[in-house]
């Protein structure tokens, strides 16, 4: 073939099961069960994470037009924790657990011994693409596995980037980014994993969950959905409203998953909610927000036409009460809330993941309970207010993926909680130690000595033996005595 007839490399079935070879290979050899593997492999993601601070807020930028600092406060930070904690705890982690054993065993010892699952494959989202993208990969590798990692190409500049800083800084014979769209994924799907994780919408989800269910592999499922907000009128109207506007339009722009979706308030205080809203506002983006440097834009045309139809939608048109504008050069939507849209309309039946906000009220704050409840069950749920029965019956009565307080979206940055979805806002959890358990399996183990060899398990079977058996079972002593003697 002429030297300038260059053929693009294609990543068919074929390329993804000659990946999947190599790191079963790998896998096979025992390296990456090594505790100072795991190690060196987490050091080289944070030195990755420090050293090319700037390109990866650079790769962000060009993908989201993501202010800094938000790429480093939810983004680079966020992924510093979930290695340094995992640096420091591993040890204890990887340890093996004692657990009680049974009278029915006795004499013996049980263990919960945590073993690698082997190959991971991790597919992610655009919206956070480094930490998305990165995360699962953590607890993948400290517990012990081999990893592809297949970015979102609706954030190219990170997705490159990642595959060249991966490549760099990591065992390459062990951890790989493969790059690319539907035919790509669709083609590492084919194959067997030992489990995938999965970050983006139900859809996709269903099409990951049914080629899992080919090779019986387990997933993870990191989903989305619609994630409320109730707003009762015992709080502090000023912090509550700052958190709310940084929760939603300070969070890449609404395009989160724990974004808040919606707001119920009663109908007495929706006015006061929406005038502290824009005032806000104001103060946080100005009074020309369309040219407000700190606010992501929507990540690409399609999202922009999918959130302008949600607007246009004759349901809800009349129902903007701020913002609307909207540009399609600059992919910019401004800051925009809508007040009693109804409930079947688009914006109330399709997760928004963008700068829309529709407040929704009742008659009395609990009976947005029952509004809750009648959808799927959503990856997080908010309240704010001071009253503390309000609250406990809010955690009692709702269930989601997370419930926070009194703030939108911080219980993600608690690693000693589990970090997942419920339902249709998804499958398993992760982050801190429920990332290593996410991709360990849990073996149980016991030990028992050659003492107490009890006839009584074996045939021939006799009423005798059954009778022990039964009083051994019951725990009761007298039983037992009796029924040694009457064997
Ligand atoms: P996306 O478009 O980036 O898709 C996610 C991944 O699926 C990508 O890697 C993509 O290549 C792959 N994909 C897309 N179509 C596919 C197909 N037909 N077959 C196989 N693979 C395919 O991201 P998205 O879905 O737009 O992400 C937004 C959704 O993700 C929202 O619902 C949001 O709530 C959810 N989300 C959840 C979390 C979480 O942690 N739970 C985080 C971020 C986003």
Redesign the pocket.
Same mark, same amino acid.
């Not at 597919?123 to 956070?128: D, P, Q, T």
């Not at 999965?198 to 139900?202: L, Q, R, S």
């Not at 990191?222 to 959905?225: A, C, H, P, Q």
């Given at each position: 073939m002429a030297s300038g007839d260059e053929k693009k490399e294609v990543f068919d079935a074929e390329a993804a099961a000659s990946v999947v070879k190599e790191l079963r290979g790998t896998f096979a050899s025992g390296k990456t069960r090594s505790y100072e593997w795991r190690v060196s492999q987490l050091k080289s993601m944070l030195k990755m994470t420090e050293d090319r601070e700037k390109e990866i807020v650079d790769a962000l930028r060009s993908d989201l037009s993501k202010p800094e600092h938000e790429c480093f406060v939810y983004e680079i930070a966020l992924l510093k924790s979930a290695l340094t904690l995992a640096l420091k705890e591993l040890k204890r982690w990887m340890m093996s657990e004692r657990v009680k054993a049974s009278i029915t065993t006795f004499p013996s010892s049980a263990e919960i011994v945590s073993e690698p699952l082997g190959i991971i494959l991790v597919?992610?989202?655009?919206? *956070?693409p480094f930490l998305?993208s990165l995360d699962p990969v953590i607890g993948a590798v400290a517990a012990g596995n081999t990893v592809v990692l297949?970015?979102?190409?609706?954030?190219p500049a990170t997705s490159s980037l990642l595959a060249k800083l991966v490549g760099e800084y990591m065992d390459s014979s062990a951890i790989k980014v493969v790059e690319?769209?539907?035919p790509e994924?669709?083609a590492l799907?084919e194959q067997k994993w030992d489990k995938i994780c *999965?970050?983006?919408?139900?859809r996709?989800g269903r099409?990951?969950m049914a080629a899992a269910a080919k090779h019986l592999t387990p997933v993870l499922l990191?989903?989305?959905?619609k994630s409320p907000v109730v707003v009762d009128s015992d709080l502090n109207l000023t912090v509550a409203t700052r958190r709310i506007i940084v929760g939603k339009w300070g969070g890449n722009n609404g395009q989160?998953?724990?974004s808040p979706d919606y707001i119920i308030t009663t109908k007495d205080f929706a006015p006061k909610l929406v005038d502290a809203l824009k005032l806000e506002l104001e103060k946080f983006f100005g009074k020309e927000p369309m040219k407000s440097e700190d606010m992501s834009r929507i990540v690409n045309s399609n999202h922009f036409s999918r959130l302008t139809k949600l607007l246009d939608d004759e349901m809800v048109s009349d129902k903007i009460i701020h913002g609307g504008q909207r540009d399609k050069t600059s992919l910019k939507i401004a800051p925009t809330i809508l007040l009693d849209v109804p409930e079947d309309s688009l914006i109330m039946t399709e997760?928004i993941?963008g700068p829309l906000l529709p407040i929704l009220t009742v008659g009395k704050i609990e009976d947005s309970f029952d509004m809750i409840k009648s959808r799927p069950k959503p990856?997080a749920a908010y309240l704010f207010t001071n009253n503390k029965k309000l609250k406990e019956e809010f955690v009692k009565n709702i269930t989601a993926?997370g419930v926070c307080i009194n703030d939108i979206a911080l219980h993600l940055a608690v690693p000693t909680l589990p970090?997942?979805?419920v339902g249709e806002?998804?499958i398993g959890a992760y982050h801190g130690k429920f990332s290593f358990d996410a991709f360990s399996h849990k073996k149980a183990v016991l030990f028992r000595s050659f003492l107490g060899d009890a006839p009584a398990r074996y045939p021939p079977y006799t009423p005798g033996k059954l009778r022990l058996l039964k009083a051994l079972l019951s725990g009761n002593i007298f039983g037992i005595i009796r029924a040694l003697f009457r064997l």
């Open positions: 597919i992610s989202a655009w919206n *956070y998305l297949k970015p979102s190409e609706i954030a690319g769209a539907v994924t669709t799907l *999965y970050t983006g919408n139900g996709v099409i990951v990191e989903l989305g959905g989160a998953c724990i997760e993941f990856l993926g970090f997942g979805g806002s998804g």
